[in-house]
């Protein structure tokens, strides 16, 4: 068992570019979820996947957030055209079955939108 | 949308004083979860509650599920300096495993905790 895996752990981007971040749960997790976190605040729920199926996403997730999950396994989350206000903490999380609630988060990915 | 409200926002204590830190919502939540975050990582969980007045402990740690569901509370014992970090509350509206929003918690904007050896 070697956790969460985030990759990269940070990236400083321009406005208007593309990143794509991504995320290996533990091997035997079904769930996988993506949280946003703002300096001060706590973690904001972005969306969650149950095996490949995504399967609630937030408000917070507009036009330009997309998170894929193929084969189930890793999952990758693309923001397009980033903005300044974009900028914060992606963390990702993963939990087994029948353990909804205390999930395993990962380091996360720290992007800065300059 | 939905917030949970955490006190204190920060404490400032001598190692091996006990800490008590709380979280409040104006709803009902079903499952209420504590979570510590040192800087540059992702939160760990360290207690989870799933009944209502539910008391579980964790080592020095004790945390509560309030019997009114809207509340929950977290005490340390004897704080030691790696006590340092931020602690969040977070809940769940869910019930049980399935329909609504069943990933999804709500965090509280944490307490951070500084202890002096």
């Known amino acids: 068992d070697t956790g969460v895996s985030q990759d990269p752990r940070h990236k400083i981007t321009k406005r208007g570019q593309n990143v794509t971040f991504r995320c290996d749960p533990i091997?035997?997790?079904?769930?996988l979820y993506w949280y946003r976190q703002t300096l001060g605040q706590g973690p904001e729920f972005l969306t969650y996947?149950?095996?490949?199926?995504?399967?609630?996403k937030s408000r917070l997730l507009s036009d330009r957030f997309s998170a894929e999950r193929p084969k189930g396994s890793f999952s990758t989350l693309e923001i397009q055209r980033t903005e300044q206000g974009d900028s914060a903490m992606y963390l990702c999380?993963?939990?087994?079955?029948?353990?909804?609630?205390?999930?395993?988060f990962g380091s996360g990915t720290r992007l800065t939108v300059v | 949308g939905q917030q949970l409200n955490q006190s204190p926002q920060s404490m400032f204590i001598q190692e091996g004083e006990d800490v008590s830190m709380n979280c409040t919502s104006s709803?009902?939540?079903?499952?209420w979860l504590w979570y510590k975050q040192e800087p540059g990582e992702g939160p760990v969980l360290l207690i989870a509650?799933?009944?209502?007045?539910e008391l579980t402990s964790n080592g020095r740690l004790t945390a509560q599920f309030g019997i009114t569901r809207k509340d929950s509370f977290l005490n340390i014992s004897a704080s030691i300096p790696s006590d340092v970090g931020i602690y969040f509350c977070?809940?769940?509206?869910?019930?049980?495993?399935?329909?609504?929003?069943?990933?999804?918690?709500?965090f509280g904007k944490g307490t951070k905790l500084s202890v002096k050896p």
């Open positions: 709803s009902i939540f079903n499952t």
């Open positions: 996947f149950q095996n490949e199926a995504q399967l609630e």
């Open positions: 977070a809940g769940s509206q869910a019930v049980g495993n399935y329909g609504g929003s069943q990933g999804n918690l709500i």
């Open positions: 509650l799933y009944k209502a007045g």
């Open positions: 091997s035997e997790h079904n769930r």
């Open positions: 999380a993963s939990s087994a079955p029948g353990q909804v609630y205390g999930y395993t």
